[in-house]
């Protein structure tokens, strides 16, 4: 059977490459993506494996480039992505990377650092700037008269604080300058009152230009003040503050014309460094630009000749120091093609020896490995999620193409809503190709995107399933016409407020609607009764076959596997119990609908006398005889109740051959093996005591083997034990599970009516053109409540039922799901990798 129902088969090969030509052969690999390499090394550190060097200069390229991305990200220059996949590059290229990484770094570093001493100094010169203008305005203030405190600020001294009168005269103060954060302010001025006792006077002024931090390129606000005090013990203490608030000062003359020559001085230096200053940013800025056009190809190279000696590490040596030795899982379809990309390998390298590829034989369960395309893919994960199948275990993905969207269309079944939902899935699939190139971490809309055909067929079926129901939005096509017609005057339509359609009449056509429900029922009050039943046989209907599907399935494992007695163990007993309880309501179902119809003209095959399948089910299990009712017969057919005890008592059979054949079978094989050895043991010791040979070898029988084998006896039982009784209560349990089926499309179709009657319908009730803008404004509403509830909220709903239903009900039947996935050295994987972690 082929791959696509069964995993790849794989085999363990044995890998023997020149070292010379280890690089380039892997490097081959790596591009196929078909190889999955096994440590051979598991005991010895990651830094003591002899590659070690080679990976700690790739991850020292890597940081030099993660470093040049930032800058680039910094200035806002575009990364250009040509989309180009560029080989490995060969080990002796590794040095004019290195050495061209090592030039970019210098140099950015370089103009970095010099571009932050300049911003630095501009910083200095610009406070200083406003400094000096600041203090000229407390100065000119001072001289023309506003000496007084209310004049001021703020004034955290005495009233004579400024100048104090002493018999001597006037005395003459001191005075700092500087700048400090804006939002520093209060603190500062507290301190300052509080350490200098109110004797110092600050004058500040708020710059309104925000200034960037040279550091940090944030845009900060500061503020200009000037402290006047008195003596050499003030003026320590003051500078001490400041230089705990993290002020800077700056040296301001007390004349007016220094004052104003430094501020010409100032000024002529700041526009030199703005000139000095364009041109740093310029030159940086060509150097990212030249980094930007081939910084993803750089990544790209390097993340391959790491990933290279990362997987060489796992490899041995020999011992002749020349040959790596390496082990590998491959697919066995794909060894010819392994063999020409390591002998294009070895060619790239120049060895003259060839690489050996042998298979190995081995005990260990190889890793499970499922071709997939781009359209099964989706359902592949779906599977995987739940577990990953055993090895050549039978793969439900392809079955589950078309068993998972119909389940959800029976759920979700509506013409316009399943349009919706395909119009959607069509237009990714149409544009996936422009829609994969934008990356985004966003995980709702990948979810979406990845599974973009599973929503493609699950809006196809539900489109199905909408025609069968007849639903489009909670409304009817009238394609065909109706097979009912209303044989009643006007006058008695017009006056009854409930009349019926008898189908034994003429109001029934007699002949079955062409396709679906037919419309009549749309109008129907007893709608949701007919419907209930409908859905509701439908639902088990199509669960049993389902399941029956299901342990089907697990015939083809046994039969691959060679284990027939789990055929007749396990396989058979369980087909039995299914096909005799509930296979056989099934048939009751389908036999109630040819038998009883409604224009019978004898009574035991009426309407009336259609007996309960649910009601008969219940009285077979039980062995409880059938109670008719009046004028009616008791069974459907001849010797039902025969034929039906028969059955359960097969089924109750069942349970002990499922419970017990197999271990015991197990069992008597083992007393046969364990007799036959006991036998041979006898008959050698016998032989070497005729021949003077004394006997010193124990027993393995009588020395603990045999507690040994009566714990695994005792753990077969108690497994199968388990395993019986899930599927017994299992079948029951799960075919009532299939009744969601029915629940949830009852449940959508009704709140598709509630959104009808109580939304659009209102706004079909006005005219004129005021009636247009209200139906606008209502339709609009109804639109948003049925994408965002019907087909959105429902939709997650109805696809998770049916997860639950392939998972629990269908995969039990046959699906272990103990293995584990083919993890292949591949390239294209490790940069999608790369490319998620850098983003994130």
Known sequence: MGSLFRSEEMTLCQLFLQSEAAYACVSELGELGLVQFRDLNPDVNAFQRKFVNEVRRCDEMERKLRYLEKEIKKDGIPMLDTGENPEAPQPREMIDLEATFEKLENELREVNQ??????????????????????????????????????????????????????????????????????????????????????????????????????????????????????????????????????????????????????????????DLNTVLGQTQDHRHRVLVAAAKNIKSWFVKVRKIKAIYHTLNLFNLDVTQKCLIAECWVPVLDIETIQLALRRGTERSGSSVPPILNRMDTFEDPPTYNRTNKFTNGFQSLIDAYGVASYREMNPAPYTIITFPFLFAVMFGDLGHGAIMTIFAAWMVLQEKPLAAKKTDNEIWNIFFGGRYIILLMGLFSMYTGLIYNDIFSKSLNIFGSHWTINYNMSTVNDSKYLQLDPKTNDYIKSPYPVGIDPVWQMADNKIVFLNAYKMKISIIIGVFHMLFGVSLSLKNYRYFNNYLSIYCEFIPQLIFLLFLFFYMVILMFMKWIIFYPESENVLTSPYCAPSILITFINMVLFKPSTPLPKCEVNMYAGQDFLQKLLVVIALICIPWMLLAKPIIIMRGKKKEHQLLSNNHIGSENGDIEGGVPQTTPDPISHGGGKHEEDDMTEMFIHQGIHTIEYVLGSVSHTASYLRLWALSLAHAQLSEVLWNMVLSKGLKFESWIGGIILWAVFSFWAMLTVGILVLMEGLSAFLHTLRLHWVEFQSKFYGGVGYTFQPFSFEVILEQASNAAEE
């Open 114 to 271: 010099n571009a932050e001493a300049l911003k630095r100094n501009f910083l200095e010169l610009t406070e200083l700037k406003h400094i000096l203008r600041k203090t000229q305005v407390f100065f000119d203030e001072q001289e023309g008269g506003l000496n007084s405190t209310e004049s001021m600020t703020r004034a955290l001294i005495s009233d004579d604080s400024v100048v104090r009168q002493t018999n001597a005269g006037p005395v003459q103060l001191g005075f700092v300058a500087g700048v400090i954060l804006r939002e520093r302010i209060p603190a500062f001025e507290r301190m300052l009152w509080r350490a200098c006792r109110g004797n110092v006077f600050l004058r500040q002024a708020e710059i309104e230009n925000p200034l960037e931090d040279p550091s940090t390129g944030d845009q900060v606000y500061k503020s200009v003040f000037i402290i006047f005090f008195q003596g050499d013990q003030l003026k320590t203490r003051v500078k001490k503050i400041c230089e705990g608030f993290r002020a800077t000062l700056y040296p301001c003359p007390e004349a007016p014309a220094d004052r104003r020559e430094m501020a010409m001085g100032v000024m002529t230096r700041i526009e």
